[in-house]
């Protein structure tokens, strides 16, 4: 595979970085301009990767803003912004963002594991335990699984709400990173019962009293997870990232695991791009959830059939179906996605678009992504380097 691709995705990496963290973008954009929990995160993930240590650096001081700047009850930035003496923190906008507690848990212990440091941990158990805390309460009804609301995570203007697939999986991830230093016979029941929720919940003929039994049996369970349930039943599109996440932390039975790969392979092989879709299949303006969709927006609509949440490819969500591949075994498939990522990376001289038209191919959104140029580091040096975060 061409080292230029990876060399120009480590120049953008670096130049994102900034003295508070990773910022969004490289692009002078002023929302993106900023310190964000899940971008920074993933772009400190493809920094261990790396073995960079400037970017590892990088990764360290966004942990350090994220922690600074967290809030008394708990609460992780959405992102973070200085300028000078003055420091704009954001805790969500429309929503607050649930993602933002579990990718600081994994940032903080990916970041320890990778330099084998516990004092790392250590340093911050108080705002871990403020975080898992929260985390608690978001339950609401104590039975294991967290209540999102609408606009609650990095899918922000798309339809998912209440028990959302990809945060219950963030969450497993998390427990089971922090419980690699602690072993805390709580924290691994906790992750035993969420499991547990994930598989009676969102998989197909399962045993065990389910949270909407109604719902549940009025669904045809597909050869994947479904996005998310609420009182008001299931959304059984295609989550991408979330069905990556079973995948590579390998909750499900091995047969759903390899209904999930079989299907992914398929959806993917049929796209332009042979990338995936974030969430299939699109919603048009005649389906009953157009409404809720093109509402869930605070400035303009982005969310058309094939674009952005709405069924567009992001470079960053398949390098996770990429890492999830490889945990399945399935090396010449993961080196398709990376080939593919690659090439819409290099689309207008390495513009690192944020996401693209899963059916005409046409970029979208912002360039210089700097998580777009993370997810081909995490998935070339995984590939080529052997290279494995704790899970």
């Known amino acids: 595979m061409s080292d230029l691709n990876y060399m120009k995705a480590i120049e953008l990496l670096q130049r994102a970085s900034s003295s508070e963290g990773f910022l969004a973008s490289a692009q002078n954009i002023s929302n993106y301009k900023r310190v964000w929990a899940r971008d920074g995160v993933i772009c400190g993930l493809a920094a261990l990767a790396s073995g960079d240590e400037v970017l590892i ?28 003496d003055v420091v704009e923190v954001s805790y969500g906008g429309l929503a607050g963002r649930v993602d933002a507690v579990t990718w600081f848990i994994i940032g903080i212990c990916q970041y320890a594991f990778y330099k084998n440091d516990f004092a790392v941990v250590k340093k911050y158990k108080g705002n871990i335990q403020k975080c898992l805390r929260l985390l608690e309460a ?80 009025e669904i045809i369970m597909k050869n994947f997870m479904p996005c998310s349930f609420s009182p008001a039943g299931y959304k059984t599109q295609f989550d991408a990232f979330a069905n990556s996440l079973a995948l590579y932390l390998k909750i499900g039975s091995e047969e759903f695991q390899n209904a999930i790969v079989d299907y992914s392979i398929a959806l993917k092989n049929e796209r332009l791009l042979h990338l995936l879709p974030a969430f299939w299949p699109p919603i048009e303006e005649t389906d009953v959830d157009w409404t809720l969709l093109k509402n869930n ?95």
Not at 67 to 75: E, F, K, L, M, S
Not at 76 to 83: L, Y
Not at 188 to 216: D, L
Request: charged content about 20%; glycine content about 8%; aromatic content about 14%.
């Open 138 to 217: 978001w339950e609401f009804n104590n039975k294991g699984l967290l209540y999102v609301p609408l606009s609650g995570n990095w899918a922000d203007e798309y339809i998912t709400d209440g028990y959302v697939l990809y945060d219950q999986l963030l969450r497993v991830w998390a427990l089971k990173s922090y419980n690699h230093f602690v072993n805390d016979k709580s924290i691994a029941s906790k992750i035993e019962i969420i499991t547990g929720q994930i598989e009676i919940n969102f998989t197909p003929n399962s045993v065990g009293e389910k949270y909407h039994e109604r719902a549940y049996n």
């Open 57 to 84: 650096g990088t990764f360290r001081k966004t942990l350090e803003t994220l922690a600074t700047n967290q809030h008394r009850n708990g609460t992780i930035p959405s992102n973070v912004m200085t300028n000078g």
């Open 297 to 391: 927006c605070k400035y303009e609509f982005r969310n058309y059939p094939y674009e952005f949440h709405n069924g567009g490819s992001w470079a960053m969500v398949n390098g996770f179906f990429g890492l999830a591949l490889l945990s399945q075994g399935k090396s010449a498939e993961a080196i398709e996605v990376l080939e593919a990522i690659n090439k819409i990376n290099a689309i207008e001289n390495y513009s690192f678009y944020e996401n693209f038209n899963s059916k005409t191919g046409e970029q979208n959104g912002v360039p210089f992504c700097a998580w777009s140029a993370a997810a081909a580091v995490m998935l070339r040096q995984s590939i080529d380097a052997d290279f494995n975060f704790l899970i």
